[in-house]
């Protein structure tokens, strides 16, 4: 949703409609603590992020996710998604923040989100 934790959030958000039940349904079931509370986890994720690693059918999701959901600060995602995606956000990046930039590179190389991003955190 960092990401299940951002994936948890990330995940919330779906290009095409006909994919958005099932694929939201997966995700508010996660519990963001669980990856992001536990090292092994959370670095399988990120690795899957990276590209350095295989992903989980929940973290290959929340990969594909990213971009939109950076872009659009979640918005495609319910009120719930949201509030997860700020949960996971504000834990993952205070604690993570090499991993958060290692994110940002790759899914926002223009540095055009991060602003909006960080003002969806603090709001």
């Given at each position: ?31 963001p ?12 994720y ?58 940002l ?19």
């Amino acid at each position: 949703m960092i990401w299940i934790l951002l994936i948890a959030a990330f995940a919330g958000c779906s290009l095409a409609e006909e994919e958005t039940i099932d694929y939201y349904k997966v995700f508010e079931e996660i519990d963001p603590d669980l990856i992001l509370d536990n090292d092994r986890i959370l670095q399988t994720y990120l690795k899957c992020f990276y590209g350095e690693g295989p992903c989980n059918t929940h973290a290959q999701l929340a990969k594909e996710s990213i971009p939109d959901v950076l872009a659009t600060v979640c918005g495609r995602c319910s009120d719930k998604q949201k509030g997860i995606f700020k949960y996971s956000l504000n834990k993952f990046v205070p604690a993570h923040p090499k991993d958060w930039e290692r994110i940002l590179s790759i899914y926002d190389p223009t540095g055009e989100a991060w602003p909006k991003v960080k003002a969806f955190m603090e709001s």
